[in-house]
């Protein structure tokens, strides 16, 4: 079987997953407001990080769409993407392609919790892919891209759990849930050329040109 790269993957602007709807809306913005966004995002690489800052990490697929949504919340100060939850340590984006490190492709949140609440996070998370695929998202497939949510305290971990429950009995997906709630372990930024990927392209998703 063909194994898709990245290029083919669906824009993460148009999963229609969870209740069949655009989650970040692309279709109505116009070109001026796409251009905003992306300076928004772009600024955010430089963004000094509050005291009160929190962290999240999430896995959804391709993390260059991942990565975008997130970036586009208010609230979040910068993100990173890197892999976590495999061996060897630091690994290379070869290393992990291979499929044999275990990794996760995943994105690294730092946000401000007066301005946007774990919850929300979480929310877009599920918004933002297909839970129920196993280590699949659209045509990318492999342990790599599968979905999971890594939890930095006990609190994130009930917020994640309770999410996850009420969202399967929630009769928005029609299979079962087949993320993974585990708790966050070693983080390594991937390679520079990913990080803020589609922005530096000048996109806010997979599919924007």
Not at 157 to 174: D, E, M
């Amino acid at each position: 079987m063909k194994k898709f790269t990245k290029h083919s993957m669906m824009s993460l602007a148009y999963v229609t997953a969870i209740a069949g709807v655009t989650i970040l809306g692309c279709d109505n913005r116009t070109e001026a407001q796409d251009s905003k966004i992306i300076e928004n995002i772009l600024a955010k690489a430089d963004a000094k990080v509050p005291a009160n800052a929190e962290k999240a990490t999430f896995a959804a697929g391709c993390f260059w769409g991942v990565e975008s949504a997130f970036q586009q919340l208010d609230g979040v100060i910068k993100t990173s993407v890197g892999y976590t939850g495999g061996n060897p340590n630091k690994p290379s984006y070869k290393d992990v392609c291979s499929g044999k490190t275990g990794h996760a492709e995943a994105v690294e949140v730092i946000f401000d919790p007066s301005k946007i609440s774990y919850e929300k996070l979480v929310e877009t998370f599920w918004n933002i892919h297909d839970p129920t695929t196993l280590n699949r998202q659209g045509p990318d497939y492999g342990t790599q891209y599968r979905s999971a949510i890594y939890f930095h305290n006990l609190k994130q971990q009930a917020i994640a759990t309770t999410s996850k429950q009420a969202l399967q009995t929630s009769g928005k997906v029609s299979g079962k849930i087949v993320t993974e709630i585990t708790k966050a372990s070693s983080f390594f930024k991937a390679e520079d050329y990913h990080q803020s990927y589609l922005a530096k392209l000048g996109k806010t998703s997979c599919n924007t040109h």
